[in-house]
């Protein structure tokens, strides 16, 4: 009888073992790849949840759970693929090893629209973000103020992880910024008298007069060109920045009129010279690029082409920048193009 027990007995374990093995072993994961975000205050109820549609067991999960006692997965965005097992998940949900994820950024005119570009990625929110972009104490000790704040932040794709927070994603992007400032661009920059923040500065007009790539170095060359004569950048894109920020009038302004160069605000070139205290928006790489290596010419002026749309005419005397400018008024006129 005691024989036939403890058969019984060593049955019934191996059956538990076995079982065991099972339950946290046997692959769980039937889906392909699935990224899972597990948002910060994310309780074990919140993520079976989220990993349910892509799992075999949620019952088996959870015993794994249980016996591994794990009951609270760290945030992050984690990356699941098919075959994984219940001991796989708890230690990966365990263990914090999140995803990497690419932060895009671009076409940005202000740091609230950066802020809440970058919020859509990362845990922090954008009123969190504001606060890290204009904190005057870190903008001061790394050579920027708040018009000029934008510059520091160059657009690319950046890999982080979900949980960045405001100041970290602030701080990675001061390096990338330095990384981007190398001995050779500064020295570029030093050659055309401009610091990286003043060609940041002019780049912006530059991204904001042409979309044409081979038109960029020309017309950084114009505005060189001008301010090394001493005379008003006069640039349009910058009457029209001053208006918006002196009126709030957020229209899209297709002709540049009287009331738009008239304004008096120090970001209006037609009223006040050198370059405005900040940037327009956000210059792109190859802005900067341009100002950096401008196309060597004796232009001093340039007006958009009425028979090449998105091009512009480039003239080295007054008189004929204006049968120029006369010309594409007229084509204005002729499409009923008022404001």
């Not at 074990?44 to 009951?71: D, M, N, Y």
């Not at 671009?106 to 950066?114: F, R």
């Not at 401009?194 to 060359?221: D, F, Y």
């Amino acid at each position: 009888m005691l024989k036939k027990t403890i058969v019984i007995l060593f049955f019934l374990l191996a059956i538990a073992i076995l079982s065991g093995y099972y339950i946290i072993f046997v692959p769980n994961v039937t889906s392909g790849e699935a990224v899972i975000t597990v948002e910060p205050g994310t309780d074990f109820q919140g993520l079976v949840k989220k990993i349910k549609p892509h799992v075999k067991s949620v019952k088996t999960f959870e015993i794994t759970a249980k016996l591994k006692r794990f009951k609270k997965p760290k945030p992050g965005k984690y990356l699941i693929v098919k075959g994984m097992n219940n001991n796989e998940l708890v230690n990966l949900f365990r263990s914090g090893k999140q995803l990497e994820i690419d932060v895009t950024f671009n076409n940005v005119d202000s740091l609230a629209e950066l802020a809440g570009k970058i919020s859509r990625y990362i845990t922090a929110d954008s009123s969190e973000l504001i606060k890290a972009f204009t904190d005057k104490k870190f903008l001061k000790k790394h050579g920027f103020n708040e018009q000029t704040a934008l510059l520091m932040y160059i657009p690319n794709t950046y890999r982080f992880f979900y949980t960045t927070d405001a100041e970290q994603f602030r701080d990675r992007m001061l390096r990338e910024y330095k990384k981007f400032w190398n001995d050779r661009r500064r020295a570029q920059a030093k050659k055309i008298g401009l610091t990286p923040v003043e060609v940041g500065i002019l780049a912006s007009i530059v991204k904001k007069e042409s979309v044409k790539r081979s038109e960029k170095p020309i017309i950084a060359g114009v505005y060189l060109n001008r301010l090394k004569k001493g005379m008003k950048l006069e640039a349009d894109p910058t009457s029209v920045y001053a208006y918006k920020l002196a009126t709030g009038d957020t229209t899209t302004v297709r002709r540049v009129l009287n009331k738009h160069i008239q304004i008096d605000n120090p970001y209006n070139t037609y009223m006040y010279p050198g370059l405005p205290p900040g940037p327009i928006t956000m210059p792109d790489i190859e802005d900067i690029e341009a100002v950096l290596q401008p196309r060597p010419h004796d232009y001093l002026f340039f007006s958009a082409d009425p028979k090449r749309p998105g091009y512009h005419l480039f003239a080295r005397n007054y008189s004929e920048h204006m049968r120029n400018a006369n010309a594409y008024r007229r084509y204005l006129n002729n499409q009923k193009i008022m404001r």
